[in-house]
């Protein structure tokens, strides 16, 4: 497994006037046709016949990644299985670094040393971490929400300082 750093793909790399006309087509496609059922994308070649269709998923992951480049971010393609270091994982879970050590410390998401500093996590698991701390918001969310209909707003706002001080 490589842990080399991602290739990095810049905006300016790829031509604002080439970005801007795959979103231009992938945003008329959609207004026109509307919702269908069994949306059909093809990667064509200057070959009339030279074709491929994309699925809806793969279309979908392109139309993300031009409107990223369109908007001016970078963009980068990690294998689930690559390692990546607490800077990394930090801002995939929008915490600090020194919040992911703690994580670490505290056995909450694995990771190995394979030098003597540098802590390496696997994409996979800071993935999955991710996902269950979602789940775990959008449980408490739900909990708090169903016990409180008609709750007074102070004691909402009890609850939520509650709940950003038990994280």
């Not at 509307?34 to 009339?48: C, E, H, I, V, Y």
């Not at 030279?50 to 993300?64: A, G, M, P, T, Y």
């Not at 393609?77 to 800077?87: A, F, G, N, P």
Request: charged share 30%; aromatic share 2%.
């Amino acid at each position: 497994m490589s842990t080399a750093a991602a290739d990095m793909v810049d905006p300016g790399s790829a031509g604002p006037p080439d970005v801007a006309e795959v979103l231009s087509f992938i945003k008329a496609h959609e207004a026109r046709h509307g919702t269908s059922p069994s949306p059909a994308f093809f990667l064509s070649a200057a070959q009339q016949h030279d074709r491929v269709e994309l699925s809806e998923q793969l279309h979908d992951i392109l139309k993300e990644v031009v409107e990223a480049l369109n908007r001016g971010q970078s963009i980068s393609i990690l294998t689930r299985d690559q390692e990546i270091s607490t800077q990394q994982a930090a801002e995939i879970l929008g915490v600090s670094r020194p919040t992911v050590v703690r994580l670490i410390e505290d056995g909450e998401l694995p990771a190995r040393v394979p030098g003597a500093v540098r802590r390496k996590l696997r994409l996979a698991d800071v993935m999955a971490y991710r996902d269950e701390l979602h789940a775990r918001r959008n449980q408490f969310i739900s909990d708090t929400s169903a016990k409180d209909d008609g709750a007074d707003p102070d004691e909402v706002s009890d609850l939520l300082d509650q709940a950003r001080r038990a994280r």
